[in-house]
């Protein structure tokens, strides 16, 4: 009966036929998924507390919806019944889809990895000093990496296409004018990402330090490749350029302890009395 089933679908039409492995192939990718997702929340149910298998349900849900089905589309593409370049075409859309996914799934593990290290170092205690130093760093070396995984799969994708790729040889060996316009242009981008780097392992400044800066007093909710976010008292945001603590100066009421140091003041009044 099975040998029979297969005879009648060899007999479909080749446009049947390749629909039908397709589905079959994503019906199959979306499965997998689904059951991936079904253990890792019954694993996330039975611990209330932080889990390395939650953080990896939240993360990873969406990027596998997509990635795991297009895997099982690739390998199915070689049994499609497809002239040379119907194949040359379909291939060329699913590597692209790949590569882009796939970044998505590993800027997800960088993520995940995040989580992790948030839950070692948790701010809510006393003395947080040590890993309000340790998180600033794991902020700014997030952000490089996924800025790193991005350019890399730009670059994947680009140099997939013959002319792109000697479109980009050309950039990357050019010379002359091109090339100084490109260094001016670049120059203030890398001064940022310099100035991140100094910041986050020299650290002249942490996540949720209080600072005072152009006359305003608020704590460090952000740091990023490019610039700071300061929450101020009154829940306004300052947002200013990373390099700003490089070159100018400022001040750091938490820099060396967490404990903040205020001044109260009491008015009294004078009685007299009189007879």
Same mark, same amino acid.
């Given at each position: 009966?099975?040998?029979?089933?297969?005879?009648?679908?060899?007999?479909?039409?080749?446009?049947?036929?390749?629909?039908?492995?397709?589905?079959?192939?994503?019906?199959?990718?979306?499965?997998?998924?689904?059951?991936?997702?079904?253990?890792?929340?019954?694993?996330?149910?039975?611990?209330?507390?932080?889990?390395?298998?939650?953080? /990896?349900?939240?993360? +990873?849900? %969406?990027? =596998?919806?997509? @990635?795991?089905?297009?895997? #099982?589309?690739?390998?199915?593409? &070689?049994?499609?019944?497809?002239?040379?370049?119907?194949?040359?075409?379909?291939?060329?859309?699913?590597?692209?889809?790949?590569?882009?996914?796939?970044?998505?799934?590993?800027?997800?593990?960088?993520?995940?990895?995040?989580?992790?290290?948030?839950?070692?170092?948790?701010?809510?205690?006393?003395?947080?000093?040590?890993?309000?130093?340790?998180?600033?760093?794991?902020?700014?070396?997030?952000?490089?990496?996924?800025?790193?995984?991005?350019?890399?799969?730009?670059?994947?994708?680009?140099?997939?296409?013959?002319?792109?790729?000697?479109?980009?040889?050309?950039?990357?060996?050019?010379?002359?004018?091109?090339?100084?316009?490109?260094?001016?242009? /670049?120059?203030?981008? +890398?001064? %940022?990402? =310099?100035?991140? @780097?100094?910041?986050?392992? #020299?650290?002249?400044?942490?996540? &949720?330090?209080?600072?005072?800066?152009?006359?305003?007093?608020?704590?460090?909710?952000?740091?990023?490749?490019?610039?700071?976010?300061?929450?101020?008292?009154?829940?306004?945001?300052?947002?200013?350029?990373?390099?700003?603590?490089?070159?100018?100066?400022?001040?750091?009421?938490?820099?060396?302890?967490?404990?903040?140091?205020?001044?109260?003041?009491?008015?009294?009044?004078?009685?007299?009395?009189?007879?």
């Amino acid at each position: 009966m099975f040998e029979d089933i297969l005879r009648k679908l060899e007999q479909l039409p080749p446009f049947g036929w390749n629909i039908l492995l397709a589905a079959a192939a994503v019906l199959t990718g979306f499965l997998f998924q689904s059951l991936v997702h079904i253990l890792l929340r019954v694993y996330a149910r039975a611990n209330l507390n932080y889990s390395l298998f939650r953080s /990896a349900l939240n993360r +990873l849900n %969406n990027p =596998l919806t997509w @990635f795991l089905p297009l895997v #099982t589309l690739n390998f199915t593409v &070689d049994l499609m019944k497809l002239t040379k370049g119907e194949y040359a075409v379909i291939d060329k859309i699913i590597g692209i889809l790949l590569i882009v996914t796939f970044s998505i799934v590993l800027i997800a593990f960088v993520k995940i990895f995040q989580d992790f290290l948030y839950h070692v170092y948790d701010l809510n205690k006393a003395d947080n000093l040590r890993e309000r130093k340790i998180r600033t760093q794991i902020q700014f070396i997030k952000k490089l990496v996924i800025s790193l995984i991005v350019i890399l799969a730009i670059g994947a994708v680009l140099f997939s296409f013959k002319s792109l790729r000697s479109i980009g040889t050309g950039l990357l060996t050019g010379v002359g004018i091109s090339g100084i316009i490109v260094g001016f242009a /670049a120059q203030r981008s +890398l001064g %940022n990402l =310099l100035a991140g @780097f100094q910041i986050a392992f #020299t650290q002249p400044l942490r996540l &949720d330090d209080a600072l005072v800066v152009e006359g305003e007093f608020g704590r460090v909710e952000e740091i990023t490749l490019t610039y700071v976010v300061l929450s101020l008292w009154d829940q306004r945001r300052l947002i200013l350029p990373i390099n700003y603590f490089i070159e100018k100066p400022f001040q750091n009421w938490t820099r060396t302890t967490a404990e903040i140091m205020g001044a109260v003041f009491f008015a009294s009044r004078l009685h007299r009395s009189f007879r």
